[in-house]
């Protein structure tokens, strides 16, 4: 059974990455699996990585806006992937 689903409609940003050559391959490969581009592969597995690192979690809930509120996850995350 696939561990990710099939996709959904949803609102969606760019973001260019390099990938090893064998892990593209694996990637597409991956997405004709589960009948998804390689784009929702990518976007999901971030999703499952970020939801089961605990030691990420504790970081972000650690992280503060500049008004000195706590960031809530979305914002957390938001943040996070600006900064790579």
């Known amino acids: 059974m696939a561990l990710l689903k099939a ?3 949803q ?3 760019t973001l260019q990455i390099r990938l090893e050559e064998d892990v593209r391959g694996t990637l ?7 009948d998804a581009n390689p ?6 597995a971030l999703k499952l990585l ?3 690192d605990q030691e990420f979690k504790k970081w972000l809930s650690q992280q503060t806006k ?3 509120r706590e960031l809530n ?3 957390g ?7 790579t």
């Open 7 to 9: 996709p959904t409609k």
């Open 11 to 13: 609102k969606t940003t």
């Open 28 to 34: 597409n490969r991956y997405a004709q699996f589960i």
């Open 39 to 44: 784009s929702y592969v990518v976007s999901e």
């Open 50 to 52: 970020l939801k089961r």
């Open 66 to 68: 500049g008004d000195g």
């Open 73 to 75: 996850e979305e914002e």
């Open 77 to 83: 995350l938001t943040k996070a992937a600006s900064q």
